[in-house]
């Protein structure tokens, strides 16, 4: 059974940094799109970021494009979240997810493999 394990979240200043990472266990993921998602309080889980499991494709949400960069270390069944000039409106918890289904990146329906979460907070 995979399991996916988010870390790196925290408190952090507007205009600072954060790098989140997601770990595979139980499977590897070298043939799976892998994603991030992010949810805030009262709000539906959306769309961040996505990556093709060669990482010949990304896609971003509007909102982070320029400011995130999502990697992937095959090797290692790890995924990443750059996080750089983070706004107030980027606090949630995010989560990464393994695209098993067809469908669109954006969907969290094509996701079928989630993490328990990792909570960003920025603060103004």
């Known amino acids: 059974q995979v399991q996916l394990i988010e870390s790196g979240g925290g408190l952090v200043q507007a205009g600072g940094s954060l790098r989140l990472s997601c770990v595979a266990s139980?499977?590897?993921?070298?043939?799976?799109?892998i994603g991030w998602f992010r949810q805030a309080p009262g709000k539906e889980r959306i769309f961040v970021a996505a990556?093709?499991?060669?990482?010949?494709?990304?896609h971003y949400a509007d909102s982070v494009k320029g400011r995130f960069t999502i990697s992937r270390d095959n090797f290692k069944s790890t995924e990443y979240l750059q996080m750089n000039n983070v706004k107030p409106g980027d606090t949630a918890v995010y989560y990464c997810?393994?695209?098993?289904?067809?469908?669109?990146?954006?969907?969290?329906?094509?996701?079928?493999?989630w993490g328990q979460g990792t909570q960003v907070t920025v603060s103004s």
């Open positions: 990556i093709t499991r060669n990482g010949g494709a990304l």
């Open positions: 139980g499977r590897t993921f070298f043939n799976d799109p």
């Open positions: 997810a393994i695209a098993s289904r067809p469908g669109p990146f954006s969907d969290p329906g094509t996701y079928d493999v």
